[in-house]
C-alpha cells in the first residue's frame, strides 16, 4: 500500500527556518491538491499550506510570508518552505494529498521551535 512519506523535521531556533518534504513511497497517480497541516499538542489540525498541480498556492493569513508550499524535483513531491519560525510553530506537521483514486496523508514530522 502506497504511503506518504514525509522528511525535513526537527529542531530550531526562533527566527530559523526548515524545509519539509512530502512524497509518496510508490507509483501513485497525479496528485492535483497537496494540503501541508499542522497540530499543536491539544489543538486541533490547521491549515497552513495548499498548493495545487498547476503550482497555484493559497495565502492562509496564520502564516501568510512565512509558509510556502512548493512542487519538488520528483514527481508527486511537495515540499513546505518554512522561514521566521516562532515558538507557536511548534507542532507536528502533516501533508495530505489528493489524486483520483482519493487522499493520502503523511505519517506527520515534528518541528519544535525553541531557544
Known amino acids: 500500500q502506497v504511503k506518504l512519506v514525509q522528511s525535513g523535521g526537527g529542531s530550531v531556533q526562533p527566527g530559523g527556518s526548515l524545509t519539509l518534504s512530502c512524497a509518496p513511497s510508490?507509483?501513485?497517480?497525479?496528485?492535483?491538491?497537496t494540503e501541508w497541516y499542522s497540530q499543536a499538542p491539544g489543538k486541533q489540525r490547521e491549515l497552513v499550506a495548499t498548493i495545487e498541480s498547476s503550482g497555484a498556492t493559497t495565502d492562509i493569513d496564520a502564516v501568510k510570508g512565512r509558509f510556502t508550499a512548493s512542487r519538488g524535483s520528483a514527481r508527486n513531491t511537495v515540499l513546505l518552505q518554512m522561514k521566521s519560525l516562532k515558538s507557536d510553530d511548534t507542532a507536528v506537521y502533516y501533508c495530505?494529498?489528493?489524486?483520483?483514486?482519493?487522499?493520502?496523508w503523511g505519517q506527520g514530522t515534528q518541528v519544535t521551535v525553541s531557544a
Open positions: 510508490g507509483n501513485v497517480l497525479t496528485f492535483y491538491r
Open positions: 495530505k494529498a489528493f489524486n483520483a483514486s482519493g487522499y493520502y
